[in-house]
């Protein structure tokens, strides 16, 4: 199951980097593309605001 990003997300921008499909897209909040997400965590590991759950 994709990983999705919720509205505590601050577009801090530290998530994206991380992702090793370039699933994220910038945004006011950032988004995660689900077919191209291919679950493995790294962006909610990352994230500073814990804005990015398993969905």
């Known amino acids: 199951m994709a990983y999705k990003i919720t509205d ?3 577009a801090c921008g530290t998530c994206q980097p991380e992702c ?9 909040i950032y988004v995660i593309d689900a077919d191209a997400c291919i679950d493995c965590g790294t962006c909610a590991d990352v994230c500073p605001t814990a804005a990015i759950i398993q969905g």
């Open 8 to 10: 505590a997300c601050v």
């Open 20 to 28: 090793p499909t370039g699933a994220i897209s910038e945004g006011d």
